[in-house]
């Protein structure tokens, strides 16, 4: 567990920079929930099942008793085609996810333990979904 992530279990400030004011919440994550029509060519977060695992992420995060993280639901966040999608603050890490599973490991992985899921990971110039 990295440094970060052991000040969250504890409900402490995470800011590294000095100037940095602290943050109100320390992981912040963003879940795609936009709708487009059913036939649009890059698809929608909605109809990959978004709404409903943002919901269990939040209830998961209650479960893990994660202090000051908060799981929101966001508009668009241009990458449809790859998600659903999520991006995590304050890192700017994004990751695509498919079910329960997926979310339990990026909640495991990235929020408690500070590491990332390379698996679900999306990189900057990403255009097309990973196979696997």
């Known amino acids: 567990m990295d440094e970060a992530t052991k000040k969250i279990a504890d409900g402490k400030n995470p800011a590294t920079a000095v ?16 709708e487009r029509a059913a036939d649009h060519p890059r698809g929608c977060c909605k109809a990959k099942g978004a709404p409903e695992l943002r919901d269990y992420m ?59 899921v390379a698996r679900l990971l999306l990189l900057t110039d990403q255009k097309t979904p990973r196979t696997s």
């Open 19 to 34: 100037n940095d004011p602290a943050p109100y919440y320390y992981r912040h994550v963003f879940c795609c929930v936009n």
């Open 58 to 116: 939040k209830d998961r995060v209650r479960e893990l008793k994660l202090k000051r993280v908060r799981i929101n639901q966001s508009g668009c966040l241009d990458r449809c085609e790859l998600g659903a999608t999520m991006v995590i603050y304050p890192e700017g890490v994004w990751y695509t996810y498919r079910n329960k599973q997926d979310v339990d490991e990026i909640l495991q992985k990235h929020l408690v333990e500070g590491q990332r």
